[in-house]
C-alpha cells in the first residue's frame, strides 16, 4: 500500500501528479487498486506510475498493489531496498518560498502592449 496526503492548502491543487514507484525487477502479474488516477506497470523502467490529473490541497489518497514474484529469490533484491520513490508535479499560482511580486514596471518602446501580470508555478 502507497499512501500520500497532500500537505499544502486546501484550495490549492496539484497538476499532473505522477508518482514512479520502484518494483523489483522480477515482478509480475501487476494487480492495482486506487481511489483516484490510474496505475500502470512499466517493466522497462522498474517500477509502477500512479498518476493523478488534479490532487487537492490537504486530501489523503490510497493505492493497493500486488504482485506476484517467483519463488527463487533474486539478487537484485538487495539493491532494490534502497531506491526512492520520486514523485513529479505541478502547482499552479503558489511559491514555496512565498516570494510574491508586489510591483512591476514594464518599459516597452516598440509599441508592444505588455500587460503587468506574473504567474506563479510551482514544479518539482
Do not use: H
Amino acid at each position: 500500500s502507497v499512501r500520500i496526503k497532500s500537505q499544502y492548502k486546501a484550495r490549492s491543487y496539484a497538476n499532473n501528479v505522477d508518482i514512479v514507484i520502484p518494483v523489483p525487477p522480477d515482478a509480475n502479474s501487476p494487480y492495482f487498486k486506487t481511489n483516484i488516477g490510474t496505475v500502470k506497470y512499466t517493466p522497462d523502467q522498474e517500477a509502477m506510475v500512479w498518476s493523478i490529473k488534479s490532487f487537492a490541497g490537504q486530501k489523503e489518497y490510497t493505492m493497493k498493489a500486488r504482485f506476484g514474484f517467483p519463488s527463487v529469490a533474486d539478487d537484485k533484491r538487495d539493491k532494490f531496498k534502497k531506491v526512492p520513490i520520486q514523485i513529479k508535479f505541478e502547482i499552479p499560482y503558489f511559491t514555496v518560498s512565498g516570494i510574491q511580486v508586489r510591483y512591476l514596471k514594464i518599459v516597452e518602446k516598440s509599441g508592444y502592449s505588455a500587460l503587468p501580470w506574473v504567474r506563479y508555478i510551482t514544479q518539482n
